[in-house]
């Protein structure tokens, strides 16, 4: 089974910033297309940015320029820095391994608010 767990979020101020992690267990992470994704009350989940194997990353347009996906092969771990945060990225992010799409995490609360 797959396990995945959000840590990072916060209380943040417009502006500010945010690193979430995503640990996670298997021996195909390595091999995996890794994603963010994010839902915001009353919205459906959507995408936010995505790292494949090789680390060729792309980012919903809403973010690009302002978040940045990474990976630790060696801890089985993606990164999503997060700055210049707004109001509307306000969300529970989550993580998912492209390759298990029926596995998600906890999710992790981002609130961006002064």
């Known amino acids: 089974q797959v396990q995945l767990v959000e840590s990072g979020g916060g209380l943040v101020q417009p502006g500010g910033s945010l690193r979430l992690s995503c640990e996670t267990s298997?021996?195909?992470?390595?091999?995996?297309?890794m994603a963010w994704y994010r839902q915001a009350p009353g919205n459906q989940r959507e995408l936010v940015a995505s790292?494949?194997?090789?680390?060729?990353?792309s980012y919903a347009n809403s973010v690009k320029g302002r978040f940045t996906i990474s990976r630790d092969n060696a801890k089985n771990t993606v990164f999503l820095q997060m700055n210049s945060l707004k109001p509307e990225d306000t969300a529970v992010y989550y993580c998912?391994?492209?390759?298990?799409?029926?596995?998600w995490g906890q999710g992790t609360q981002v609130t961006v608010s002064s």
């Open positions: 998912r391994n492209e390759l298990t799409p029926n596995y």
């Open positions: 298997g021996s195909i992470f390595r091999f995996s297309t």
């Open positions: 790292i494949s194997a090789g680390s060729s990353t």
